[in-house]
Structure formats: structure tokens, C-alpha cells
């Protein structure tokens, strides 16, 4: 069977065949909604604009109906699932399907919250259908460990594609924003409808890319120390910065003076800054606690 002809890709009737065999009904505990279209899949692919001589790293590929789209068009697909019998399952229905290239295909079974490496060259790109409840922290994670990864594309809750592609005032820029900026430019691609899948979610979902930063934001803190500022300053984001990075900074007016120095106003809020002011607040951290003022307003 060449992998260019339609069948060698999954329909609606072979996903729930493959699930029945197996045993498998989709559980909400892990976000399991198997994608049934290989129109779908194939437009994730070139969206993705996955080459020739990529190695993607897929996260949650389920019964692979995606797997095997990145397949035709990828050099190496090595896929990542906690699932344990997903797992077993998913290297036969490869070789089944698209036997020609089972030599470039590899699973990895576990949590890819616990992955810190995988097998043959170092991964080229990130595609995944990610799970709902767990999209966030795995997109990051895998951003992190494994710098290699120059294109992201993943599909996702389409609240949490908005959160993640969200610019700097926006009402629903907040934390998942900011992080991902810190790797990458990040931008919507797109929306996908519940129809694709099976069981269909109560929810749409959407696409979004993330191209990795060619020069990593200019300063001097870590990235835990500019992560930490995000997330105090989001933890109460109705509260000005000042408030806000109180207890980061070790009061009030530690936090009013690392704004100041990072030329940014005591009065803003998280929302309004973009990764590089959250990155300069985090250089500007006072060494050693500024004395609180006698006043009640310094404990805001």
C-alpha cells in the first residue's frame, strides 16, 4: 500500500474499528478525542509545514490518525503516549498501514511531562493534537527540553489557542501568553470544528504555531527568574504591579523600585506588558528587601 493513496490514512469507520478491538472508549480523565478525518490531518500537516527532512515529535497520537499523515510527509515521526494499551497498539497499526515507512517511526511510552530525551536525531518540529487538560503545561515543557524544536504547531481547546496567541492587553492574555513567548512567535492558525472528531467535544478547537526565536529575549535573568514575575504579577492581576510583585520583590517598595528601574509604571498591570518588560522587571530584583514604608497603604 503507497502512502499516498487515502486509505492508508484512518477514517471514521477504521478509528472506531481500531478502538473496538482494542477496547478503547475515550476517556475524559486524559482528553481523549481521537481526530476521525484525514482531511483534517493532512491540512494540520501542511499547516505544520512539516518537510521532508524533519523529525517531529508527536504528543498524544492515540490511534494515529495523525501519526501517519506526519509519516507521508516527514523524515522520522517518533511518537510520545502514556496511554498503555494506545502504546502497544499504535506501532502495529503503522506497520499495517504504512509499512514502507514503519523504519522511521518511533513510540515512546510515557508521560510526556517525564520525557527529557528521545530516540534518533534531535526533534525538528512539534505537532500534537494535545489533550485539554493537560495542553499547556506539555506544550511548554517540550518547548524547554528540547531546544531543537523549531516549529510548533498543535491543536488545541480553542479558549486555550486564544490564551496562548493573546498580545498584551488583550482579556484573555495572561500567563500561557507570556511563557510561550518566551520561545517563540507565536500566532492562531486556524479553527477546527467538532465534527472531526470522535467522541465529538463540547468544545471547538483551533490551531496555533509557534516558530521558535531565532535570538533568545536580550537579558540577564533566567528564565525561571522571569517566570517568576510572570506569575505573581498574573496570581493578582486585577492589582497594580506594585501590589502585585510585593511579595517577589519582598515589599512594596522592592517591587515599586524594580518597576522604576525597568521603566515601566508602578501602576500597570500584568496584562500590559509584554515578555521583554516581564524579563526586565526580573533583572531589576532588589538583592536585599526594601524596608516597608510606615504607611497601610505598602501592604496592598
Known amino acids: 500500500m503507497s502512502s499516498t493513496e487515502p486509505d492508508a490514512l484512518l477514517g471514521p469507520a477504521d478509528i472506531r474499528d481500531l478502538a473496538a478491538k482494542l477496547g478503547v472508549r475515550p476517556t475524559k480523565q486524559r482528553g481523549q478525542n481521537f481526530v476521525i478525518d484525514a482531511n483534517t490531518v493532512r491540512r494540520i500537516v501542511r499547516t505544520a ?24 510527509a516527514a523524515d522520522r515521526v517518533v511518537a510520545v503516549e502514556i ?43 512539534l505537532v500534537a493534537n494535545l489533550p485539554y487538560n493537560v495542553a499547556v503545561p506539555v506544550l511548554l515543557t517540550m518547548l524547554e527540553r528540547f531546544p531543537s524544536i523549531e516549529r510548533t504547531l498543535v491543536m488545541v481547546q480553542a479558549e486555550v489557542a486564544d490564551r496562548l496567541a493573546a498580545r498584551p492587553g488583550n482579556k484573555v492574555y495572561g500567563v500561557p501568553s507570556v511563557k510561550a513567548n518566551w520561545y517563540a512567535d507565536v500566532k492562531r492558525a486556524g479553527s477546527i470544528g467538532r465534527t472531526v472528531f470522535w467522541p465529538a467535544p463540547n468544545v471547538d478547537s483551533g490551531l496555533v504555531s509557534l516558530v521558535r526565536r531565532t535570538e533568545p529575549i536580550a537579558t540577564t535573568a533566567s528564565r525561571a527568574e522571569v517566570f517568576a514575575v510572570v506569575d505573581a504579577a498574573f496570581a493578582q492581576r486585577r492589582k497594580t504591579l506594585r501590589a502585585a510583585l510585593s511579595g517577589w520583590a519582598g515589599s512594596a517598595p522592592g517591587a515599586e523600585a524594580a518597576l522604576v528601574a525597568a521603566g515601566i509604571s508602578p501602576q500597570a498591570r500584568g496584562e500590559a506588558l509584554t515578555v521583554e518588560e516581564f524579563a526586565a522587571i526580573a533583572e531589576n530584583k532588589p538583592e536585599a528587601p526594601v524596608p516597608a514604608e510606615d504607611k497601610p497603604e505598602a501592604a496592598l
Open 49 to 72: 509545514e512539516v518537510r521532508p527532512d524533519d523529525t517531529v515529535v508527536e504528543v498524544g497520537p492515540g490511534l494515529g490518525s495523525l501519526t501517519l499523515a506526519l509519516l507521508e
Open 83 to 125: 496511554d498503555d494499551v494506545l502504546a502497544a497498539a499504535l506501532p502495529a497499526t503503522v506497520q499495517a498501514r504504512m509499512p514502507e515507512r514503519a523504519d522511521r517511526f518511533a513510540l515512546v511510552h510515557s508521560d510526556a511531562m517525564q520525557v527529557r530525551e528521545l530516540p534518533g536525531p534531535a526533534p525538528t518540529a
